[in-house]
């Protein structure tokens, strides 16, 4: 009866951490890629909706590279940034896939979920916008037009438009290099992908003593150990 109490509690544990995961992962990818498809079927390249007052904006641009928009430059910088991303985002998998068969913390496996869906929305834009829409130069991108998209797979532009100038002022004329120019801050424009990316590795970082004291092989076992200790006395 314990041994049978113990495999159902175990199966249980596993289908909530999977459950979590999967549902953080489709939470963030539909948001990020409904969003994103407004965005391409609503506004142009360098188009700006203020959302409030001056300090949140919505940005339209798109870049070929990693996120924030920085950027890889060149066809072959963009293949390689590409499969890199691909066998990143397996490696993310097979990670999710070994924490929850290990029975880690609910809140790092959801924080690794917010890192896979981010990394799977951006290369969703890569692989496949490209194939999908046309440019969104000078007017508003159509969803699958009849003389094909502006790219080919692997080649698309991900879509970037939160955009928080929170602070805008001049450096002073005595600063090195930069005296005179304006400053902005916060000046990348990024989407819902990257800001999902940022948010899994913050919390990690944050509580990364609490999910890794508490994800130790050892003290899993003692625990277990112990758990089948108090079982067997009552």
Known sequence: MILIRYVACDKEGIMSLAKKSVLTILL???????????????????????????????????????????????????????????????????YIRYLIRHKAPSGLVVAVSLVFAGALGNIIDSAFYGLIFDDSYFHVARLFPKDGGYASFL???????LYFPLIKSTFPHWVPFWGGQEFIFFRPVFNLSDSSITVGVAIILLFYRKFFKQNDPAQIEDNGLNGDKEELKS
């Open 28 to 94: 963030v990818l539909v948001a990020d890629q409904v969003f994103k498809i407004w965005v391409k079927t609503h506004m142009v390249i360098g188009q700006e909706i203020p959302v409030f007052d001056h300090w949140f904006l919505l940005h339209f641009i798109e870049n070929n590279g990693m996120a924030f928009g920085m950027e890889l430059a060149g066809k072959t910088g963009k293949i390689i940034l590409s499969l890199f991303r691909i066998i990143a985002l397996v490696a993310i998998g097979w």
């Open 155 to 161: 080649h698309g532009r991900v879509v970037d438009m």
